[in-house]
């Protein structure tokens, strides 16, 4: 059967097939605790009663319609003031965009940024960048990290090939170690993009950085930090991916949120809109 190009092309998420070859290994007897997948047994990790009551009676309240392109006025509020009280980030409503999980933040990211032939730079390990850009038609530089430095990227392992990329994708805490990037480390990569873009002309598309903090309240004993506290000359250039799935142990309740320039965010709720892409109707 013929199908496109893309569709041709396309290989499975590697951590799921793993996850779900752990998986057999249990139905087969097999004891193993499977660490593959990002995901919880909702019999010993059950979502927040409150949460669940909400949505519940959300149900009951009728409230099952399409929701606005960039999510309800009163959850994106109540964002704002998260990223205000808990990260000192002020970013308004305008500058936030719901969506169903952080997936469709990230290939809307990929979407909105990159054109066909762009170069899309990220460490390894690292989530499931490698399929974004093969999506997207990007040139991929997986730059290797190692133990020395909780597998996280440095400055220097990265600053070498920033020269006329257009994205750098990074996470912190990462998936899959779950390190972190400390203060110090993420300043100097910010100072790096920072001293790109202004290499490049008015008219050149600058680098972006595509800032994963999904994992941000999972953290113990060390300090989440983020590209715009640390750097502000950094906030054109940020888009941020977050959300509350993982953190309140809902990986299901796909609830996530992006935000940063207001004019990027505003294209990528084009392409995440829940009642067909570009205000079509499905």
């Known amino acids: 059967?013929?199908?496109?190009?893309?569709?041709?092309?396309?290989?499975?998420?590697?951590?799921?097939?793993?996850?779900?070859?752990?998986?057999?290994?249990?139905r087969k007897g097999a004891s193993i605790a499977n660490l593959t997948i990002g995901d919880f047994d909702a019999n010993i990790y059950p979502i927040p009663t409150e949460l669940k009551a909400g949505i519940v009676d959300a149900y009951h309240a009728n409230q099952t319609n399409y929701p606005p392109a960039d999510g309800v006025?009163?959850?994106?509020?109540?964002?704002?003031?998260?990223?205000?009280?808990?990260?000192?980030?002020?970013?308004?409503?305008?500058?936030?965009?719901?969506?169903?999980?952080?997936?469709?933040?990230?290939?809307?990211t990929y979407l909105a940024l990159i054109d066909p032939g762009d170069t899309v730079v990220f460490p390894a390990p690292s989530w499931n960048n490698n399929h974004y850009s093969h999506l997207t038609s990007a040139k991929t530089i997986a730059v290797e990290t190692d133990a020395a430095h909780n597998f996280m990227p440095t400055a220097a392992q990265l600053k070498p090939h920033l020269k006329g990329a257009t994205l750098l994708a990074l996470c912190s805490p990462l998936n899959p170690t779950g390190t972190m990037f400390d203060a110090d480390s993420l300043a100097e990569i910010c100072d790096a993009v920072l001293e790109e873009n202004?290499?490049?002309?008015?008219?050149?598309?600058?680098?972006?950085?595509?800032?994963?903090?999904?994992y941000s309240l999972l953290t113990f004993g060390k300090e989440h930090v983020n590209p715009v506290s640390l750097r502000p000359e950094m906030r054109?250039?940020?888009?941020?991916?977050?959300?509350?799935?993982?953190?309140?142990?809902?990986?299901g309740v796909r609830v996530g949120w992006g935000f940063g320039p207001e004019d990027i965010i505003n294209r990528m709720k084009a392409l995440v809109e829940p009642h067909g892409c570009l205000g079509t109707k499905s």
């Open 1 to 26: 059967m013929k199908v496109s190009i893309l569709a041709s092309s396309l290989i499975g998420s590697e951590i799921i097939k793993i996850g779900n070859e752990v998986n057999e290994m249990k």
């Open 73 to 108: 006025l009163p959850l994106r509020e109540t964002v704002s003031e998260l990223l205000k009280d808990r990260f000192g980030l002020e970013y308004n409503t305008n500058s936030i965009l719901v969506s169903g999980g952080s997936r469709p933040l990230i290939y809307a």
């Open 198 to 214: 202004a290499s490049r002309g008015a008219d050149e598309k600058p680098l972006y950085m595509m800032y994963d903090q999904i």
């Open 236 to 251: 054109p250039f940020t888009i941020f991916v977050d959300g509350s799935s993982k953190c309140l142990a809902a990986t």
